[in-house]
T-cell receptor, first 113, second 114 residues
Framework: EAGVTQSPTHLIKTRGQQATLRCSPI?????VYWYQQALGLGLQFLLW???????NRGNFPPRFSGRQFPNYSSELNVNALELEDSALYLC????????????FGDGTRLSIL | AQSVTQLGSHVSVSEGALVLLRCNYS??????LFWYVQYPNQGLQLLLK??????LVKGINGFEAEFKKSETSFHLTKPSAHMSDAAEYFC????????????FGQGTELSVKP
C-alpha cells in the first residue's frame, strides 16, 4: 500500500511570494490534516479536510489556506510569505474514525529567503 | 482542553540499556494516545497507539507503552536500545471532539551511545 506522498520535497521562496504544497493520502483515506513543524515551535495543527470540505483550522492567519479535491488529495497554499513561515509542512491522512492513527508523509521543507 | 507534556527534551542511553521516554497527558475525556518517531529529514512514523483497549500496548521495533489513567501517563519503553533507535520521539493525543487533530508534546530526542 502506498503511503502519504507530498510534493515538492523542498521549496525555496522569497518574502511576499506564494507557495503551493501538495499531498496525496493513502488510498481509501478521506481525511487529510496539515501540520507545521517550525524550529522551536514544535508540531502545530494547521488544517483538516474531510470529504472535500475544510472542517477545522488551527491558530494560523487566513493567508494559510487549502483545498481538498474529489480524489481526496489536498493542496496547502500560503500567500504573502513571511520569513517565519520557514518550516517543514507535514501532511497526514486518516481512515474512518477518530480512533484511527494518522499516517504522515515525509513533508515539504519550505524555506523563505 | 487536551495537552501533552513530554519530560526531557533530550535523553541519552547506552546501546543495550533500557529506553524510557516520559509522556503525561491532560484530557477531560478518555484519550486516544499515540507515539510517533521522526528520523532526520523524514516525516512521522507511527510506533503505537492506545484507543481504550489493553492498557499495555506493543508497537513496532520492540517499543511498548503503558496507559496509566491514575497517573495520566503513557510512557514509552524499550528493554534494549539499538543505535538505530536514535531519533526524535513525539507523544500525541487526539482531540476527537474537534475532528481528530493531533496535539503533540514537545518531542524527546533520543541519543544512543555505543
Amino acid at each position: 500500500e502506498a503511503g502519504v506522498t507530498q510534493s515538492p520535497t523542498h521549496l525555496i521562496k522569497t518574502r511576499g511570494q506564494q507557495a503551493t504544497l501538495r499531498c496525496s493520502p493513502i488510498s481509501g483515506h478521506t481525511s487529510v490534516y496539515w501540520y507545521q513543524q517550525a524550529l522551536g515551535l514544535g508540531l502545530q495543527f494547521l488544517l483538516w479536510y474531510d470529504e472535500g470540505e475544510e472542517r477545522n483550522r488551527g491558530n494560523f492567519p487566513p493567508r494559510f489556506s487549502g483545498r481538498q479535491f474529489p480524489n481526496y488529495s489536498s493542496e496547502l497554499n500560503v500567500n504573502a510569505l513571511e520569513l517565519e513561515d520557514s518550516a517543514l509542512y507535514l501532511c497526514a491522512s486518516r481512515g474512518l474514525g477518530t480512533d484511527q492513527p494518522q499516517h504522515f508523509g515525509d513533508g515539504t521543507r519550505l524555506s523563505i529567503l | 482542553a487536551q495537552s501533552v507534556t513530554q519530560l526531557g527534551s533530550h535523553v541519552s542511553v547506552s546501546e543495550g540499556a533500557l529506553v524510557l521516554l516520559r509522556c503525561n497527558y491532560s484530557s477531560s475525556v478518555p484519550p486516544y494516545l499515540f507515539w510517533y518517531v521522526q528520523y532526520p529529514n523524514q516525516g512521522l512514523q507511527l510506533l503505537l497507539k492506545y484507543t481504550s483497549a489493553a492498557t499495555l500496548v506493543k508497537g513496532i521495533n520492540g517499543f511498548e507503552a503503558e496507559f496509566k489513567k491514575s497517573e495520566t501517563s503513557f510512557h514509552l519503553t524499550k528493554p534494549s536500545a539499538h543505535m538505530s533507535d536514535a531519533a526524535e520521539y513525539f507523544c500525541a493525543v487526539t482531540d476527537y471532539q474537534r475532528g481528530g487533530k493531533l496535539i503533540f508534546g514537545q518531542g524527546t530526542e533520543l541519543s544512543v551511545k555505543p
